[in-house]
C-alpha cells in the first residue's frame, strides 16, 4: 500500500519518516554547564553594569569600612573593598567572555538571557526562576 502511494504520488509521504522516525539526541552535561557559565557571567556583568550607572549618578555609594552602616543595613552602599572586587570580576567577564557577547541589549533580550538562565538552572536540579548571580 505504502509503495502504490508513492508511485501515485511521492511528495505524499515525504515526511512520513522525519515524522516517525527522528529523534533529538539530549545534550551532554558539560555543554548545559558551558551554556549556563556563559548566561550567569552575562546576567551578573549587566547587574554590575547598573549598580555602576547608579554609582556614577550618586544614587549608590562606595564607603569606607569606617562609614559603612550595617546596623541598620543600607541597600544604597557598597563597601570599597567589596567594590574593588566587583571591578577586578568585571574585567575578568570581559575578558573571559568578550566585551562583544555583554551588551547592551534591549529588555526582550534580557527576558530571554534570564529565561535561558532559568532554564538550564532547573535543568541541573535548581527551583524554577533561581537567577542568582
Given at each position: 500500500?505504502?509503495?502504490?502511494?508513492?508511485?501515485?504520488?511521492?511528495?505524499l509521504l515525504s515526511d512520513h519518516a522525519f515524522e516517525f522516525h527522528y529523534s533529538q539526541e539530549a545534550?551532554?552535561?558539560?555543554?548545559i554547564l558551558e551554556a549556563e557559565h556563559l548566561?550567569?557571567?552575562q546576567v551578573w556583568y549587566n547587574r554590575h553594569w547598573n549598580l555602576r550607572m547608579k554609582i556614577e549618578n550618586g544614587e549608590?555609594?562606595?564607603v569606607t569600612e569606617q562609614d559603612y552602616s550595617r546596623n541598620p543595613y543600607r541597600s544604597d552602599q557598597t563597601l570599597?573593598?567589596?567594590?574593588?572586587?566587583?571591578?577586578?570580576a568585571a574585567k575578568k567577564t570581559e575578558d573571559e567572555v568578550g566585551i562583544e557577547n555583554l551588551g547592551p541589549w534591549d529588555?526582550?533580550?534580557?527576558?530571554m538571557l534570564n529565561g535561558k538562565l532559568s532554564a538550564l538552572r532547573w535543568i541541573l536540579g535548581y527551583d524554577w526562576d533561581m537567577l542568582d548571580t
Open positions: 500500500m505504502v509503495d502504490s502511494l508513492k508511485d501515485h504520488n511521492p511528495d545534550r551532554r552535561l558539560s555543554e548566561l550567569l557571567r549608590h555609594h562606595v570599597d573593598t567589596v567594590w574593588k572586587g566587583a571591578l577586578a529588555d526582550f533580550e534580557w527576558g
